[in-house]
């Protein structure tokens, strides 16, 4: 067999056994070389990446002989890599002037605190805020967090951008923890982390998001990206640069987090961002109808402010929804359109909720646990009660969900997966009287009908 192809097949069945960010990080770094004397060789971009893929080396033997129907030994060596030509074009120039060449931001240019609407839910993070662009390093690290959609991207890129402002030289950069760990991952594969570390370190104010995603590669050990970013930290913390970092979660909440880490990032100030009340809803959504140029009665404005209380990107998807409906339908927009949209979105909100509760049902008449319905298990009985339920889902009209969206509530199937239940449950209920009845009280007893 084409050493290539039986790699992908391998990858294939990994991908299914193994977390989403490890097999991207470490999986996708690996290349067949050969199989000589019933030994596969492989080479790693580094002995990281070896040492991690090496972990699962018995499961992968396994699978390569149910593929082969041979036995075949898995043999990991490290590639070399060849560093002296990005050593020499990093010394062209001198160490001061490498330093003060400019870098990507990464800062969107349209978060700035004047457009930042500050609410009870959010004026101690925007005090904190105001706070570290007057005098750097009062708060450091600056710790926000709180649910998606509340504004902390905006106010952590607004103060970017307000430093830079007030002193274009200095050295800021915004990045998510995924795109650190993914930089981390391709520098020490190419030989370049002296490089990776010269540049992160030399930074005057370092904003990083998405600090949840840390959980997927943290608790490693040493020479992993929780190791680089640690001494990173520490490096910025000692040179009395700025560190603000945004989070769903509280740092106790973090998942893998060292206890090392979780106390440099409770040294600072930690400071949580909430859902904006009624009176935040409506001067927000204010500002979006002026900056959009949308012609909004303030009562209108007032009943979203009231129906909506989740958060901020709901209220401006729904306005950015209303303004293009009215423009590509030539309406105007009225109480009765708003009404309308949204309710149409509390009854699909309503129907999700009632799928949860019909896939718990089915999950407790057949003894399968909803993790497993959820899962990518093949065992006979649990594929039959997940197909079971993807066909009631989708036979009742009243919860109206479309193939993607039943997909979705079993951990994200392909729409083309819940069309093969279906007919599977279809055709089994044409075929076998006895489980057309079960089916019928099943039915019945979920649905009421």
Known sequence: MDVVKLWEKVKKIMKRKINEGEFELFFENVKAVKIEDNVFTLTCNSKLIKESVEKYKSQMEEIVEIVTDEEIKMNFEVKKQDVM???????????????????????????????????ENSRLAYNACLAVVKNPTVYNPLFIFGSSGLGKTHLMQAVGNTILEKDPTKRVYYSTSEEFANEFFKVLNSGRIQHFRDTFRALDVLLLDDIQFFEKVFGRGEGTVEEEFFHTFNKLQELGKQIIMISDKSPKEIKNLSKRLESRFLSGLTVEIQSPGYETRMMILKNMAEAQGIEIDDSILEYISDSLNTNVRELEGT????????????????????????????????????????IEMISAHYSVSVTDMKSKKRQKKIVETRQTAMYLLKNNDDLDLSLTAIGGLFGGKDHSTVISS??????????DIVFKKEIDTLNKKIFKV
Request: no cysteine; proline share 4%; aromatic share 4%.
């Open 422 to 431: 279906i007919r599977k449950i279809d055709k089994k209920i044409k075929e």
């Open 85 to 119: 030509l990005y050593k020499s074009e990093t010394h062209r120039f001198p160490k001061q002037a490498r330093e003060k060449a400019p870098i990507h931001t990464g800062l969107n240019p349209k978060h700035r605190l004047d457009n930042f609407v500050v609410g």
């Open 319 to 358: 306005l950015t929804n209303l303004n293009a409906r009215a423009k590509l339908l030539n309406e105007q927009i009225t109480l009765e359109l708003v009404q309308e949209m949204l309710m149409h979105n509390v009854k699909r909100e309503q129907s999700k909720m009632t799928a949860q509760k019909v």
